[in-house]
C-alpha cells in the first residue's frame, strides 16, 4: 500500500545495546513526525522534520536519541545503549506539509521495543 | 499549546449517536481544533479538524462553540469499530501535534 511503512514491527533488545528504527514516509509527504507510546500512556512527541529546515528535537528524552532523515524521505530513528524504560511502541507520520490545511498526519502501525 | 481537558471515558450503545466533548479555553486564535482517535493496537487516525465552522466529513461532525473554548465530535451512528481513544488537539500547524490522554470510547452492542 502507500501508507506509512515502519520496520521492524517487533524488537526484542537486550538492554545496552543499539536499535535503529526506520519509517518510510507517503511519497511526497514533506513533514514526518516521531512519536512513542509506553504501555497505557499517551503518545510523546519526540522530533520532527519539516522539509530542509533543521528538525525540532525538542522532545528527544536523552543524548542516547537520535533521528535522522535522508534526501527528504526515509527517516531512522536510532536508540543508543538502551534501557528498559525504553521500552515502548515507536510511531512514525508523515504529512503533506506543516500547515494545518495539509495538517493530516498518516501513521504507521509502529515498531514496538522491548528492552530486556 | 492549548491545554485541553477531555473526560476520561465513555460509554454508548451501537447504533446511537455520541457526542464527545473538549474544552481548550486557552486556544489561540489561529488554532485549528484537530480530532484524532487510535484504535486498539494501530497507530492514530485523523477523523476531522476546524476553525469557527462546523465540519462534516464521512467519518463524524466538529461542532464548535463560538467562543472556540470548546468543541464537540459527533459520531452520528455509533459502531462496535468506532470503539477507541479519542484526541481533541489545538493547533497551529507550527508546532507538531501534541496528543493528550484522550477520552476512551466504549460502544456496545
Known amino acids: 500500500g502507500a501508507g506509512v511503512s515502519q520496520s521492524p514491527s517487533n524488537k526484542v533488545t537486550e538492554k545496552g545495546k543499539d536499535v535503529e528504527l526506520r519509517c518510510d514516509p507517503i511519497?511526497?509527504?514533506?513533514?514526518l513526525y516521531w512519536y512513542r507510546q509506553s504501555l497505557g500512556q499517551g503518545l510523546e512527541f519526540l522530533i520532527y522534520f519539516q522539509g530542509n529546515s533543521a528538525p525540532d528535537k525538542s522532545g528527544l528524552p536523552s543524548d542516547r536519541f537520535s533521528a535522522e532523515r535522508t534526501g527528504g524521505s526515509v527517516s531512522t530513528l536510532t536508540i543508543q545503549r538502551t534501557q528498559q524504560e525504553d521500552s515502548a511502541v515507536y510511531l512514525c507520520?508523515?504529512?503533506?506539509?506543516?500547515?494545518?490545511?495539509?495538517?493530516?498526519?498518516?501513521f504507521g502501525e509502529g515498531s514496538r521495543l522491548t528492552v530486556l | 499549546d492549548a491545554k485541553t481537558t477531555q473526560p476520561n471515558s465513555m460509554e454508548s450503545n451501537e447504533e446511537e449517536p455520541v457526542h464527545l466533548p473538549c474544552n481548550h479555553s486557552?486556544?489561540?486564535?489561529?488554532?485549528?481544533i484537530h480530532w484524532y482517535r487510535q484504535l486498539p493496537s494501530q497507530g492514530p487516525e485523523y477523523v476531522i479538524h476546524g476553525l469557527t465552522s462546523n465540519v462534516n466529513n464521512r467519518m463524524a461532525s466538529l461542532a464548535i462553540a463560538e467562543d472556540r473554548k470548546s468543541s464537540t465530535l459527533i459520531l452520528h451512528r455509533a459502531t462496535l469499530r468506532d470503539a477507541a481513544v479519542y484526541y481533541c488537539i489545538p493547533s497551529s500547524g507550527n508546532t507538531p501535534l501534541v496528543f493528550g490522554k484522550g477520552t476512551r470510547l466504549s460502544v456496545i452492542a
Open positions: 486557552t486556544i489561540s486564535g489561529t488554532d485549528y
Open positions: 507520520a508523515s504529512s503533506l506539509g506543516a500547515s494545518p490545511m495539509f495538517g493530516e498526519l498518516f
Open positions: 511519497s511526497g509527504h514533506t513533514a
